[in-house]
């Protein structure tokens, strides 16, 4: 391989800019896969201009018996880079591979075994913690906007409603010191392939990649093939443009229930919160709706089983001033009184 | 058959007293398949309850040499009922089957005929007449959940965006005199079937519904089981929750994009229009954009060509000040003056 700026080089350096990212030390997740592998090679093309100070990070799932071999290459090719690399492994004493899928993913089909969730637990505590020993400000993972697109297909056939067709973020802040990054999201796989192919750089075709298997393995492999081919040639684009819509339209509806939250909550205590009504009389109830799930989260009250229709409920009476009270999930009770709406949670529950 | 009534004529007068339709005349599109056939026996329960006037349409596209016999079997159905019916047909001088389909539906794909579009301008051009001749007040169709499902996918896949989401609504004003109504799209096919069962009524398995050729039959006779089987059994909740959700969302945003205007408008003349840019400050971009958007339609200016680009760049213009001139499509020009921005169109274009 050589070192020379390529076009995938460039569409980093856009997506670092835009994250501000600049004179950072960056942990960089790397499977050993083509994604990785290309994300790693555009950052060192980059070191030197943005001075980044690169550490490689690599989780030995060990699912596989030759899984410790595609350790001991993902450290020769830091080595050739001059990158610092951690691995870490699984150990004996950790969550077994494969459990039961969580009942937030497991559906209505529900016999399916999934071990992405506790693979996806085990990998990111290690490089949280890598990241904090070696000190790095963030964490760059690959995802591409292939994965993109994937993710916002998963969601609308799960049924994660609007929320989840957002999809994923270009950054998440993981905890005060460290932020994790997605710079390669407009990049599409074929790119990356591309840019591995002119840099003559190998990568691993199997690597310990737990999450792509199942449910995303069909929707790569065999549904989005279907759709291209039969229905929309340009059907990555349409679910990308889908995604960046739902995401702003989202963003719109908080900052208004933010901005509805300043102007109308009167007093609040740790066990109650009053709200003046008036101020929710010419809002939208997807507006209402959303702040009354603010509140309810600022308070630190448990949100599971606070559904669309209590909070529809909820939001009814605040607006016509009926039912006058409204008994909600975890002892909360609601109790409107002329302009005033309480929210009340018993010390009991 | 009988004229006991059933789960479904429950369901139909439920969905009726929410569209608050009582003591109307009423034209009932029917086609002779199954949904227009449990549509119209539904309504027929019901028409001493709710005080209504049916008349039977049926439009002949006249694209199969036995498709007379379907126009006849509609005929001595609505006879048997005791229900005026109103025969159209596809004459020679009227636009060909099957022509090529419009851009917006041809997609990249591009070769793809389908007839969809001409057949349903025919259709529904005669059922306006109809309506119109017969003093119908409300035309209603025969749409159910499932064309509800098939429709939010289908518009997921062609890239319609976040406002194509929403799905079919379950009424939109024809003209003045005029309202389409489709009282039936909270019930699944199979339901309709059961009560045709019930009813020991048949029905036509094969009748002119061109609109269901193409792509909507392998959306719903290949896709859609293909979802259920391999994705989510509940893939069908799922779509339709996310079109409540979109067209929730959205009402909302053109609900405080028509308040945002009423506030930030200041002076309205045939070829311009001046914003006081200050109510813009603290409104999330997607609002903005929103009300852009609506001042444009409600000038009558031409909506083609002004994107999302274009209303960006506008409302970025609106809250910052910077650019101070802008040129938009159709000869608008915007140009901003302290707390002032004016859209003007020259009248050339």
Same mark, same amino acid.
């Given at each position: 391989?050589?070192?020379?700026?390529?076009? %995938?080089?460039?569409?980093?350096?856009?997506?670092?800019?835009?994250?501000?990212?600049?004179?950072?030390?960056?942990?960089?997740?790397?499977?050993?896969?083509? =994604?990785?592998?290309?994300?790693? &090679?555009?950052?060192?093309?980059?070191?030197?201009?943005?001075?980044?100070?690169?550490? +490689?990070?690599?989780? =030995?799932?060990? %699912?596989?018996?030759?899984?410790?071999?595609?350790?001991?290459?993902?450290?020769?090719? *830091?080595? $050739?880079?001059? +990158?610092?690399?951690?691995?870490?492994?699984?150990?004996?004493?950790?969550?077994?591979?494969?459990?039961?899928?969580?009942?937030?993913?497991?559906?209505? $089909?529900?016999?399916?075994?999934?071990?992405?969730?506790?693979?996806?637990?085990?990998?990111?505590?290690?490089?949280?913690?890598?990241?904090?020993?070696?000190?790095?400000?963030?964490?760059?993972?690959?995802?591409?906007?292939?994965?993109?697109?994937?993710?916002?297909?998963?969601?609308?056939?799960?049924?994660?409603?609007?929320? $989840?067709?957002?999809?994923?973020?270009?950054?998440?802040?993981?905890?005060?010191? @460290?932020?994790?990054?997605?710079?390669?999201?407009?990049?599409?796989?074929? =790119?990356?392939?591309?840019? &591995? *192919?002119?840099?003559?750089?190998?990568?691993?075709?199997?690597?310990?990649?737990?999450?792509?298997?199942?449910?995303?393995?069909?929707?790569?492999?065999? @549904? &989005?093939?279907?759709?291209?081919?039969?229905?929309?040639?340009?059907?990555?684009?349409?679910?990308?443009?889908?995604?960046?819509?739902?995401?702003?339209?989202?963003?719109?509806?908080?900052?208004?229930?933010?901005?509805?939250?300043?102007?109308?909550?009167?007093?609040?205590?740790? =066990?109650?919160?009053? !709200?003046?009504?008036?101020? !929710?009389?010419?809002?939208?109830?997807?507006?209402?709706?959303?702040?009354?799930?603010?509140?309810?989260?600022?308070?630190?009250?448990?949100?599971? $089983?606070?559904?669309?229709?209590? %909070?529809?409920? %909820?939001?009814?009476?605040?607006?016509?001033?009926?039912?006058?009270?409204?008994? &909600?999930?975890?002892?909360?009770?609601?109790?409107?009184?002329?302009?005033?709406?309480?929210?009340?949670?018993?010390?009991?529950?």
């Amino acid at each position: 391989m050589t070192n020379d700026k390529s076009p %995938l080089s460039d569409a980093l350096q856009s997506a670092l800019t835009a994250l501000h990212i600049q004179d950072a030390p960056l942990l960089v997740a790397v499977s050993g896969g083509a =994604d990785s592998v290309a994300l790693l &090679l555009g950052l060192c093309d980059l070191r030197e201009s943005l001075r980044l100070q690169l550490t +490689v990070a690599h989780f =030995d799932h060990a %699912l596989r018996a030759d899984s410790a071999e595609d350790a001991q290459w993902v450290s020769q090719l *830091a080595a $050739g880079l001059r +990158v610092p690399c951690i691995i870490g492994r699984r150990e004996a004493g950790d969550a077994p591979h494969p459990r039961p899928l969580s009942s937030e993913y497991r559906g209505e $089909g529900g016999s399916e075994m999934m071990p992405e969730e506790s693979a996806r637990k085990l990998r990111y505590g290690f490089l949280r913690q890598t990241a904090k020993e070696q000190g790095c400000r963030y964490l760059a993972v690959a995802h591409t906007a292939d994965d993109q697109t994937e993710t916002v297909l998963h969601h609308i056939l799960r049924g994660s409603g609007l929320k $989840g067709l957002g999809g994923i973020p270009p950054q998440r802040e993981l905890d005060a010191d @460290l932020t994790l990054i997605r710079p390669l999201l407009k990049l599409r796989r074929a =790119d990356l392939l591309s840019a &591995l *192919a002119a840099w003559d750089q190998t990568f691993l075709t199997d690597p310990t990649n737990v999450e792509l298997q199942y449910t995303r393995n069909r929707i790569r492999h065999d @549904l &989005l093939p279907k759709l291209r081919a039969e229905f929309n040639p340009k059907v990555d684009e349409a679910l990308e443009r889908l995604a960046i819509q739902a995401s702003d339209q989202q963003a719109a509806i908080e900052q208004l229930a933010r901005q509805l939250l300043q102007k109308a909550v009167i007093d609040v205590q740790p =066990d109650s919160i009053r !709200f003046n009504r008036n101020e !929710f009389a010419t809002m939208p109830v997807a507006v209402i709706r959303e702040a009354l799930s603010l509140a309810w989260q600022q308070q630190s009250w448990p949100r599971q $089983g606070l559904g669309f229709q209590h %909070l529809d409920h %909820l939001a009814s009476m605040l607006v016509n001033g009926t039912p006058t009270k409204l008994s &909600l999930p975890h002892g909360v009770e609601a109790a409107c009184r002329g302009n005033l709406l309480e929210l009340r949670k018993s010390k009991r529950n």
